[in-house]
């Protein structure tokens, strides 16, 4: 299939836009690619210090005549593994028994394995609504660091990468593409059983925001939604990025969303050491080859048109807001430069191809039984709307990505997905649920922002009321609470609100998702009242059915104009035209000072818990547009 012009013109605005970086990013992966290897390079002190906590079995097998060690005699592969397990996240839970397979893996391929080191992975959803998420989003930095310093050991010929949410991946994607002269392939966990359905979930919520049901039923309804080890079932930013790790060929085609702790999991995780080396693939009916076959550098892989398939795999499934900060760091890593501009292009063009919840009422796992990201890809593809020619770790290029796993005989083999399995969940790019992604671009005289359309009524894409300025999402929930804001719309006009929640943006307070918000502003859209949040911070990768224009830029702190909304200015919200205004005469705009972040706001703000730690990284981070970078 021809790809279509649009997707053409990006990627190659893209290139171009990037050509001053991208170059000397391949320079140096080429001179990095062409040393000898580091067991040569290092003194012997060196090398025995990197091979000295190895397992008897792998360490002590010398060449007789020389008694040096077998790795470095022969030279075997060394896969280092870099680990986001804890037991405090559901999702990486099951990590931790990977690292043994990896090992046993590789010694049946004369190899070895190492982990190389751990990285910090917190949970955003037990940090929701406290001062740890002022945290979240700078973990992704401090994990890409810490990457960095599993890395620096510089012994290793390829590496397995073990993550799978929010910040997590983002943040070893950066780390690896640093090292980006090392083949990597990125190893999920794959998502917990369905559990209480995700709608259900959100109508207790509301119930307890009106004050409907207590803390009890409450409590009990959340166990029920998050009860066993594996990825949460919505469709927020941890399966996200697996979806796009899909797309860009950096995982084992369609190892996604295969449950945790099973016999296909443990295969797909041996299958992801043996792929890292070039082992052929031979079991079944799937792809095989006479000899080994390298598996391609990752700073390779991921160029400009990776990263262009990963854009258009995010708007055709109606994905994670957060990766339209998270995606322009990862551009940045391998020396790409993309903006919120190329997403709006692709967005015009590519089609809305899933209804997975918040988009829909299916969990992933319904999303995987009705054909999953293998299906979304083939359909892209199939209209020209990805890219078809690039690398991916698998041999076979990207199109090995439409075809599922299947486990017989205890081999795998993969088969394609074939037609949608439930057309209310997964539909082809002839008939999608919207001709247009999921995800818009506002700009105005209020700065540039995102939305998430994709869940959003039609009757809600334009919302225009009068404006109630908060400077905390406490202050906000505070006001739901006492009624205030019930009472605002009853006495509006426009039977509306637009809620403006400022000093959130990265400077701030390190840019903490506002979660907490949806189910009091569900509630009132819920009674009939058009509501729309704006705000410099984030919302939730699970972000909904209420208008939110997010990671308003540049944010108030940094002399962005939501520090000039006054209580009462006309708020426009227009995903249609693509607008976002306060609709205040240019003049008395113009001549409007900008309010100052509230001291007691200031000095609260990383103050305790560890958030002074991070002060200096609120204080270099580039706008959200510039993917809130701190390097």
Same mark, same amino acid.
């Given at each position: 299939?021809?790809?279509?012009?649009?997707?053409?013109?990006?990627?190659?605005?893209?290139?171009?836009?990037?050509?001053?970086?991208?170059?000397?990013?391949?320079?140096?992966?080429?001179?990095?690619?062409?040393?000898?290897?580091?067991?040569?390079?290092?003194? @012997?002190?060196? %090398?025995?210090?990197?091979?000295? !906590? /190895?397992?008897? $079995?792998?360490?002590? #097998?010398? &060449?007789? +005549?020389?008694?040096?060690?077998?790795?470095?005699?022969?030279?075997?592969?060394?896969?280092?593994?870099?680990?986001?397990?804890?037991?405090?996240?559901?999702?990486?839970?099951?990590?931790?028994?990977?690292?043994?397979?990896?090992?046993?893996?590789?010694?049946?391929?004369?190899?070895?394995?190492?982990?190389?080191?751990?990285?910090?992975?917190? @949970?955003?959803? %037990?940090?929701?609504?406290?001062? !740890? /998420?002022?945290? $979240?989003?700078?973990? #992704?930095? &401090?994990? +890409?660091?810490?990457?960095?310093?599993?890395?620096?050991?510089?012994?290793?010929?390829?590496?397995?990468?073990?993550?799978?949410?929010?910040?997590?991946?983002?943040?070893?994607?950066?780390?690896?593409?640093?090292?980006?002269?090392?083949?990597?392939?990125?190893?999920?966990?794959?998502?917990?059983?369905?559990?209480?359905?995700?709608?259900?979930?959100?109508?207790?919520?509301?119930?307890?925001?009106? !004050?409907?049901?207590?803390?009890?039923?409450?409590?009990?309804?959340? +166990?029920?939604?998050?009860?066993?080890?594996?990825?949460?079932?919505?469709?927020?930013?941890?399966?996200?990025?697996?979806?796009?790790?899909?797309?860009?060929?950096?995982?084992?085609?369609?190892?996604?969303?295969?449950?945790?702790?099973?016999?296909?999991?443990?295969?797909?995780?041996?299958?992801?050491?043996?792929?890292?080396?070039?082992?052929?693939?031979?079991?079944?009916?799937?792809?095989?080859?006479?000899?080994?076959?390298?598996?391609?550098?990752?700073?390779?892989?991921?160029?400009?048109?990776?990263?262009?398939?990963?854009?258009?795999?995010?708007?055709?499934?109606?994905?994670?807001?957060?990766?339209?900060?998270?995606?322009?760091?990862?551009?940045?890593?391998?020396?790409?430069?993309?903006?919120?501009?190329?997403?709006?292009?692709?967005?015009?063009?590519?089609?809305?191809?899933?209804?997975?919840?918040?988009?829909?009422?299916?969990?992933?796992?319904?999303?995987?039984?009705?054909?999953?990201?293998?299906?979304?890809?083939?359909?892209?593809?199939?209209?020209?709307?990805?890219?078809?020619?690039?690398?991916?770790?698998?041999?076979?290029?990207?199109?090995?990505?439409?075809?599922?796993?299947?486990?017989?005989?205890?081999?795998?083999?993969?088969?394609?997905?074939?037609?949608?399995?439930?057309?209310?969940?997964?539909?082809?790019?002839?008939?999608?649920?919207?001709?247009?992604?999921?995800?818009?671009?506002?700009?105005?005289?209020?700065?540039?922002?995102?939305?998430?359309?994709?869940?959003?009524?039609?009757?809600?894409?334009?919302?225009?009321?009068?404006?109630?300025?908060?400077?905390?999402?406490?202050?906000?929930?505070?006001?739901?609470?006492?009624?205030?804001?019930?009472?605002?719309?009853?006495?509006?006009?426009?039977?509306?609100?637009?809620?403006?929640?400022?000093?959130?943006?990265?400077?701030?307070?390190?840019?903490?998702?506002?979660?907490?918000?949806?189910?009091?502003?569900?509630?009132?859209?819920?009674?009939?009242?058009?509501?729309?949040?704006?705000?410099?911070?984030?919302?939730?990768?699970?972000?909904?059915?209420?208008?939110?224009?997010?990671?308003?830029?540049?944010?108030?702190?940094?002399?962005?104009?939501?520090?000039?909304?006054?209580?009462?200015?006309?708020?426009?919200?227009?995903?249609?035209?693509?607008?976002?205004?306060?609709?205040?005469?240019?003049?008395?705009?113009?001549?409007?000072?900008?309010?100052?972040?509230?001291?007691?706001?200031?000095?609260?703000?990383?103050?305790?818990?560890?958030?002074?730690?991070?002060?200096?990284?609120?204080?270099?981070?580039?706008?959200?547009?510039?993917?809130?970078?701190?390097?």
């Amino acid at each position: 299939m021809k790809l279509h012009p649009t997707v053409h013109a990006v990627t190659e605005r893209i290139r171009a836009r990037s050509a001053p970086t991208r170059a000397p990013y391949l320079e140096r992966l080429a001179a990095l690619a062409a040393r000898a290897p580091g067991t040569d390079r290092m003194g @012997c002190a060196n %090398v025995a210090h990197a091979f000295a !906590g /190895m397992p008897e $079995s792998d360490r002590a #097998r010398a &060449v007789p +005549a020389l008694g040096r060690l077998r790795v470095v005699a022969a030279r075997a592969p060394n896969i280092g593994i870099v680990t986001a397990y804890n037991d405090m996240l559901s999702a990486h839970q099951p990590f931790e028994g990977f690292p043994a397979l990896i090992r046993d893996e590789a010694r049946r391929h004369g190899a070895t394995a190492q982990v190389a080191g751990g990285v910090p992975a917190m @949970c955003d959803g %037990v940090t929701q609504g406290t001062p !740890g /998420m002022e945290l $979240s989003l700078f973990s #992704r930095d &401090v994990i +890409a660091m810490a990457t960095a310093v599993a890395l620096s050991h510089d012994v290793f010929d390829a590496v397995l990468m073990l993550g799978v949410c929010d910040k997590i991946v983002p943040g070893l994607l950066i780390g690896a593409l640093h090292f980006g002269h090392l083949p990597t392939v990125f190893v999920p966990a794959g998502p917990m059983p369905s559990g209480l359905s995700n709608n259900a979930k959100a109508k207790v919520r509301e119930q307890a925001a009106q !004050g409907l049901v207590g803390r009890a039923e409450l409590l009990q309804a959340e +166990a029920q939604a998050y009860h066993a080890p594996g990825t949460c079932t919505f469709y927020g930013t941890a399966n996200s990025n697996q979806m796009l790790l899909e797309a860009m060929g950096l995982h084992v085609p369609g190892t996604a969303f295969v449950a945790p702790q099973n016999a296909m999991r443990a295969e797909l995780t041996r299958e992801a050491a043996r792929l890292v080396l070039g082992v052929p693939h031979t079991g079944g009916a799937g792809p095989s080859a006479a000899g080994p076959r390298a598996c391609p550098a990752i700073g390779h892989v991921v160029d400009e048109r990776a990263i262009v398939n990963a854009m258009a795999a995010l708007l055709a499934t109606g994905g994670s807001t957060n990766h339209l900060i998270h995606w322009v760091a990862v551009a940045r890593a391998a020396g790409i430069a993309i903006d919120w501009d190329d997403f709006a292009a692709l967005s015009a063009v590519v089609p809305l191809l899933t209804r997975v919840y918040p988009n829909g009422s299916a969990d992933v796992n319904q999303f995987q039984a009705a054909g999953g990201p293998g299906y979304v890809i083939r359909e892209l593809l199939d209209a020209g709307l990805m890219h078809a020619d690039v690398l991916a770790v698998r041999p076979e290029g990207i199109r090995a990505y439409t075809a599922e796993p299947v486990l017989e005989g205890g081999h795998l083999h993969w088969v394609p997905v074939g037609a949608s399995r439930d057309e209310s969940v997964v539909r082809p790019a002839s008939a999608p649920f919207s001709a247009t992604g999921g995800l818009k671009l506002l700009q105005g005289n209020l700065g540039r922002s995102v939305i998430k359309v994709s869940a959003v009524p039609e009757d809600r894409h334009v919302v225009q009321a009068p404006a109630r300025v908060f400077d905390s999402q406490e202050a906000l929930q505070a006001a739901f609470s006492a009624g205030e804001l019930e009472r605002l719309c009853e006495a509006s006009p426009a039977h509306g609100l637009v809620c403006v929640v400022r000093w959130q943006g990265p400077q701030a307070n390190g840019m903490p998702e506002l979660h907490k918000l949806t189910p009091p502003l569900a509630v009132l859209q819920g009674k009939g009242y058009r509501i729309a949040l704006v705000t410099d911070g984030r919302m939730s990768g699970a972000s909904g059915k209420v208008p939110a224009a997010i990671h308003v830029s540049p944010e108030a702190l940094a002399g962005g104009p939501l520090a000039r909304v006054q209580d009462g200015d006309l708020i426009r919200l227009d995903t249609v035209a693509g607008t976002l205004d306060a609709l205040v005469p240019p003049a008395e705009w113009a001549a409007r000072a900008h309010a100052a972040m509230p001291e007691a706001l200031r000095q609260s703000s990383g103050a305790g818990l560890g958030r002074e730690l991070f002060a200096n990284m609120r204080r270099n981070a580039r706008a959200a547009e510039e993917g809130a970078c701190t390097w």
